[in-house]
């Protein structure tokens, strides 16, 4: 179906909502569509670092043995569609719209009633319920938002299990401002009984998991770095598995061994998920904008690593892997990130940097970050838009160029250096 005028309007009203934590309110939305949350079986991941990645893994294996699996996550890389998919394929925008008129609908009635419009996340969140619904998933992959406690999909009350990638500092102005605090916003999810699985984990993030997990009467399992080791060709051993993740980057060998110990996990329960497939779907995944390789001459990469765990996890990927290699890197960041923090950790590697402007109310300017980053580089320019930044990395004669700082610009990075590239090469 085509969106009507009142349909996008509804779309746009709701984005202007922003961002309002609490479940009040995605509870009221999803309780006036019949609940479909609860007619799913529902995989919850949280994390600060690592939970895209997570999903693709687990949503590559379990589709490879035969189940039905939708996934859902934020932010979009480069369309808002891949935010909805099943199987790997996202939702059309036929699809799409027609959900977006149900929960229309819906809202009315809500509002109607004398309360708020839901926030464009909450509309989102019970959208993906709707269409996986509609869609007869086996298994649906949450992602959260934001945090968990006040997380819109922490509507969920009934999960298969819950999963926690690495917890880090990020998000402070609303999660908290300590290690702790953050933990347990993110703990929030663990609901009564339901297993949970962790990668390793800060022993203070360790601590409050635990702890939640043990007064709600839930089994938690934590993977362990002892029980793995590096072979070469990006393999790794994991106690009896040999893995060999589709994802680049040191971090994914603790996200793709929290999706084994998923994995795992999800067999005891009794789902049919074979060694052999498990191995084989962790092989396959893909997962756009992280340590994503868009060129191969030169090498151009494109990494989501927007926080300062996330920064040193990059740090120790590019020392292994570009050892004596020249280094350009592009970046674009959001003002309320700790881009000093990870200007600190990157730069020493790089010999030269480009700074762009995200297209994002929060980003911050390419002239302030790069009068930032000069306090860490020499060689820094900042560049007026995405096609510049695509032109000088290009030209400079590296034998790398990697991409970072913010989810938000990747699409546009991407499509700047495709086209610049091509262009190129026909002079």
Sequence with gaps: MEPTS???NFIAEAKAMGSLPGLDSIRR?????????EKLSVIHVAGTNGKGSVCSYLQSALSL???????????AVFDERERFAVDGLWISREEYWRQAER??????????????????????????????LDQHCDLVITETGMGGALDATNAVEKPLC?????????HMQML?????????????IIKEGRPVVSTWQDPAVRSVLTDVAKKKGAEIRFADPGEITEISGGRIRCGDYELSPALEGTFQIQNSVLALHTLLLLRDEGYAISDEVMLEGIHRAYWPGRMERILSCPKVYLDGAHNLPAALQLKRTIQKKFTNQRITYIIGVLADKDYDGMLRELLPLAEDVITVTPQNPRALDAKSLAKAAKRWHDHVTAASDFCEAAGLALRGGSDVILAFG???YLRDIKSAILKRNEEMSHV
Excluded at 29 to 37: E, I, S, T
């Design 6 to 8: 009142e349909l996008r």
């Design 29 to 37: 939305l999803l309780d006036r569509l019949d609940n479909p949350q």
């Design 65 to 75: 043995a035969g189940y039905r699996v939708g996934v859902y996550t934020s932010p």
């Design 103 to 132: 929960i229309r609908r819906a809202c009315l009635d809500i509002r109607a009633k004398g309360f708020p419009q839901p926030t464009i996340f909450e509309v989102d969140t019970a959208l993906a319920y709707l269409y996986f």
């Design 162 to 170: 819950c999963v926690f990638a690495s917890v880090g500092m990020d």
């Design 176 to 188: 908290g401002s300590t290690l702790e605090e953050i933990a347990a916003q993110k703990a929030g």
């Design 406 to 408: 913010s989810l938000s």
